[in-house]
């Protein structure tokens, strides 16, 4: 599981005396520990022990980690902001190392193919069913906005 991995990588981080590893892991940790915390919240009785979050919820954790910090880097470079820019940029880094290979174009449409082949989607009308099945299988290793693209495209011609 991936908390027990950045804890490992924490404690190797801490030993090697790495600043930004030390400082995103513990970020990690922190909000996989606030997960664990609204899951057990919504779900369990007083008394009970914290929430164990499933492989899928510790890497819908790390994305948005990911996602925030993408977020921050360009606005931070449209604000010429260099050196926080830089810090943003080593952090998501180091949390992508923790989540799965982006896709290349090829391997995304080979992907996409084979679930419209599947689906029997002919036109802009049967994207909603593509869509549902391709975030499903594709989550954490293509971005939505580039699958619904691609698939609006497909679907077209």
Do not use: C, F, W
């Not at 599981?1 to 030993?15: G, P, V």
């Not at 919504?42 to 009970?48: A, F, Q």
């Not at 880097?73 to 080593?90: S, T």
């Not at 099945?133 to 011609?157: F, H, P, T, Y």
Request: hydrophobic share 30%; no cysteine; aromatic share 2%.
């Amino acid at each position: 599981m991936l908390k027990e991995r950045i804890a490992e990588d924490l404690k190797t981080a801490m030993r090697n005396q790495s600043e930004v590893r030390r400082r995103t892991l513990r970020s990690l940790r922190a909000a996989l520990r606030e997960k664990e915390l609204d899951e057990h919240q919504e779900g369990e009785p007083e008394g009970e022990p914290s929430a164990v979050l499933t492989e899928q919820q510790e890497r819908t954790v790390l994305q948005k980690q990911a996602k925030q910090r993408r977020e921050s880097l360009q606005q931070y470079e449209e604000a010429g902001r260099d050196d926080l820019a830089e810090k943003e940029r080593a952090e998501l880094a180091v949390i992508e190392t923790y989540l799965p290979e982006r896709l290349s174009d090829e391997e995304l449409e080979r992907e996409l193919r084979e679930i419209i082949e599947r689906t029997g989607a002919t036109s802009q009308a049967d994207m909603g069913q593509v869509m549902g099945e391709a975030m499903e299988r594709l989550r954490g290793r293509a971005q939505g906005r580039r699958v619904q693209q691609r698939v609006q495209e497909m679907l077209s011609g």
